[in-house]
């Protein structure tokens, strides 16, 4: 895998000047997409995929989504931001080395420095 997996510029990116198409009519930010391109596109878009299809989106104006990481493994997990855990899924296996917080408002993807 080549890309920064670290995602050393990640805060660099404050509000977003461009949102780019992503799945199910979803836009993501400057930042998603920086992640997106440096190895998290899987994590992204499974993400996207687990809302739209549990139709969470329908029935909360706001989602955070959070990737943990632990011992080569990893967590997505979807809450409604009140702590309320709304979808899990377990990988096995990642090469991520960092953990990321997305939040999910209005069809658009965003990291929380992009809210």
């Not at 994590?43 to 329908?58: N, P």
Request: include cysteine; proline fraction near 1%; hydrophobic fraction near 40%.
């Amino acid at each position: 895998m080549t890309g920064d997996l670290e995602l050393s510029m990640l805060e660099m990116f404050t509000g977003t000047q461009s949102y780019y198409k992503f799945h199910f009519g979803t836009l993501i930010t400057d930042g998603v997409k920086y992640a997106c391109d440096n190895g998290y596109y899987w994590f992204i878009s499974d993400s996207v995929i687990a809302i739209k299809m549990k139709k969470l989106d329908k029935k909360h104006d706001f989602l955070v989504i959070e990737l943990r990481l632990k011992n080569g493994e990893a967590d997505m997990i979807i809450s409604d931001g009140n702590g309320n855990k709304l979808h899990s899924q377990h990988y096995a296996f990642t090469d991520a080395k960092r953990e990321l917080k997305l939040y999910f408002m209005n069809d658009v993807v965003m990291l929380p420095t992009e809210y």
